[in-house]
């Protein structure tokens, strides 16, 4: 099965950026990195996903290794809001499976 | 708009009765999913159904089945609640088997075996 490695937390003071690291040394060439985040009593919530480029949208960044086996998740200006729970997701045959996340904190 | 909702938010069972948790979705997705999330822990997939075709995981317990009688409806049925199946259960959709958009989760119901 397709492992992804994350810390278990995380803490950034607000407005600042963050970069919430994953390792994934066991995906395979067609292996695409997603990133979704949990606030609490929430589902999860997309966030970004990727195959070998560096990718942004509205919400984050995120940056793939050259090699693949590790991504960051970059949000530019934290905010309370961001305070969540952000799982690195490979797709293993046509499923999800989720590592164990890393919870950040906001500190205002 | 269009998304994924699950009923009931919370619900409270007894132990040993059974018990039935629902999802609906106006995506129109091929595919839908039901995890189960105890507190502090990760998602964890039972099942999902790519269309009528129902492929459960090999560790899912015989005490957890589903049905999804149309495109857009899936239910999660739990024959013997015991103690240990208290937890978020989670209903997720996906266009189709590639999930290249991703998935899409619903709001979750909490299930609480008393």
């Known amino acids: 099965d397709a492992k992804t490695t994350q810390p278990n937390s995380m803490e950034s003071n607000e407005e600042e950026p963050v970069h919430l690291p994953c390792n994934h040394s066991?995906?395979?060439?067609?292996?695409?990195i997603h990133w979704y985040r949990q606030l609490p009593s929430q589902g999860p919530e997309y966030v970004i996903h990727?195959?070998?480029s560096n990718v942004n949208n509205r919400m984050a960044s995120l940056a793939i290794a050259e090699d693949r086996k590790s991504s960051t998740l970059i949000l530019h200006r934290a905010t309370l809001r961001d305070a969540a729970v952000y799982y690195c997701?490979?797709?293993?045959?046509?499923?999800?499976?989720f590592g164990t996340g890393t919870s950040l904190t906001v500190i205002p | 708009d269009a998304m994924v909702i699950q009923n009931p938010r919370y619900q409270v069972t007894q132990f040993g009765k059974p018990v039935t948790l629902s999802c609906s979705q106006t995506?129109?997705?091929?595919?839908m999913y039901w995890y189960q999330q105890k507190s502090s822990q990760a998602p964890k997939l039972l099942f999902h159904?790519?269309?009528?075709?129902?492929?459960n995981e090999a560790d899912t317990p015989d005490n957890f089945q589903s049905r999804r009688p149309n495109t857009s409806f899936c239910f999660l049925d739990i024959r013997s609640p015991g103690l240990g199946d208290a937890a978020m259960y989670l209903c997720?959709?996906?266009?189709?088997?590639?999930?290249?958009?991703?998935?899409?989760f619903g709001s979750g119901t909490r299930l609480t075996v008393v």
């Open positions: 997720a959709t996906s266009r189709d088997q590639r999930a290249l958009d991703g998935y899409t």
């Open positions: 066991t995906i395979s060439g067609t292996d695409y």
């Open positions: 990727g195959l070998t």
């Open positions: 997701i490979l797709r293993a045959g046509n499923q999800f499976y």
């Open positions: 995506l129109n997705h091929n595919v």
């Open positions: 159904y790519y269309d009528k075709d129902f492929n």
